[in-house]
C-alpha cells in the first residue's frame, strides 16, 4: 500500500488531523533541506510536500517565490531533488514525499524517466500545479503504474462539473486552494471555506487538505476543524530565508526554523 494511503488511513482511525508541511528542494541548500525534512519529522509531520523550484511559479506569492529563486541560485535540478529523496529515505521509510511544482522540470526529465526515478528513491506522490486532469492521462498512467499517488488542486473559483472530475481523477488527498491569489496571501473567509469543503465531500471519500493563507497555529487549527488536514508553506519558508546566506547552519537553528510545524502541531491535535 502507498504510503499516503497508510498514513491518511492511520490517522482517520486515530481521529488525528493530517499536518502537511511544503519546503522549497534546494532553499537555502540540498544538505539543509535534508535536515529540515527530518526536522519536520520530529516536529510531528505526516506527509512532506517538496516544492521543486521552477522559474515562473506562477501560483506562488514572493516568500515561495524567493525561497525558488535561492534554490536556482545553486543550480538545484530535479535529477538532485530526487536525491535528496534518496538520502531522505536512507534513514525514514515510513513519512510520505509529495513532489509539489510545475510541468516544465517533469516534461524536460521525459515522463517516463521521471515515474521510474520518483519510484526508485521513494516519492509517494506528485501535484502539477498547471497540468489539467484533461491533460495528464499518460503522466497519472506512468505514476499509477508506479505506485505513486497523484493530486489535484481544486480552487474556490472551480465549477461543480469540473471539481467532480478533479475528485475522479485524484488519489492520495484532494488539495482545496482555500483562497482566491497566489500563496502566502490572508485567509479570512473561513465561512467560504467550509461551504466548499463540505461539497468536495460529496464528490469524493479521498482525504481533503486545505492550503494556501495557513500562517501560523491558529489558523491551522481553524482549518483542520474543517477538512482531514492542513498545509503550511509560505510561512515556513519564511522563516527558513532567515538561514540563506550561513556557511554553518545549526541544529539548533534547524530546530527553531521549524518551530511553527511543532505549534501547529500541539494546536491541531489541542
Known amino acids: 500500500m502507498n504510503r499516503i494511503r497508510k498514513v491518511t ?7 488525528r488531523k493530517l499536518l502537511i508541511p511544503y519546503l522549497v528542494a534546494g532553499d537555502p541548500n540540498l544538505s539543509i533541506t535534508v535536515d529540515l525534512m527530518n526536522e519536520l519529522v520530529k516536529d510531528g509531520a505526516d506527509i512532506i510536500e517538496l516544492g521543486i523550484p521552477f522559474s515562473d511559479p506562477s501560483s506562488d506569492g514572493p516568500v515561495i517565490q524567493r525561497g525558488v529563486e535561492r534554490a536556482l541560485a545553486r543550480g538545484t535540478t530535479l535529477e538532485e531533488i530526487l536525491q535528496v529523496v534518496s538520502r531522505f529515505r536512507c534513514g525514514n521509510s515510513v513519512t510520505p514525499i509529495v513532489l509539489m511544482g510545475y510541468l516544465n522540470p517533469i516534461e524536460i526529465m521525459g515522463y517516463e524517466l521521471f515515474a521510474q526515478l520518483s519510484s ?3 516519492v509517494d506522490g506528485v501535484l502539477v500545479v498547471d497540468m489539467p486532469p484533461a491533460e495528464s492521462a499518460n503522466l497519472k498512467h506512468l505514476l499509477q503504474e508506479a505506485s505513486i499517488e497523484m493530486i489535484y488542486l481544486v480552487a474556490p473559483t472551480t465549477s461543480h462539473v469540473r ?4 475528485a475522479r481523477y485524484s488519489s492520495g488527498y484532494l488539495y482545496y486552494v482555500s ?3 497566489v500563496t502566502g496571501a490572508a485567509l479570512t473567509d473561513l465561512e467560504s471555506v467550509a461551504s466548499s469543503i463540505k461539497i ?3 464528490l469524493t471519500d479521498l482525504p481533503i487538505v486545505i492550503g494556501f493563507g495557513i500562517k501560523d497555529a491558529d489558523s491551522a487549527r481553524e482549518m483542520s476543524e474543517l477538512a482531514e488536514g492542513v498545509v503550511i508553506g509560505s510561512s515556513l519558508v519564511e522563516e527558513i530565508a532567515k538561514l540563506a546566506g ?3 547552519i545549526s541544529n539548533t537553528e534547524i530546530t527553531a526554523t521549524t518551530e511553527l510545524i511543532r505549534e501547529s502541531r500541539k494546536a491541531i491535535d489541542n
Open 9 to 15: 488511513l492511520k490517522a482517520k482511525e486515530e481521529g
Open 120 to 122: 526508485e528513491v521513494g
Open 163 to 166: 471539481a467532480n472530475t478533479i
Open 179 to 181: 483562497l482566491k491569489g
Open 200 to 202: 468536495l465531500r460529496e
Open 246 to 248: 550561513k556557511e554553518q
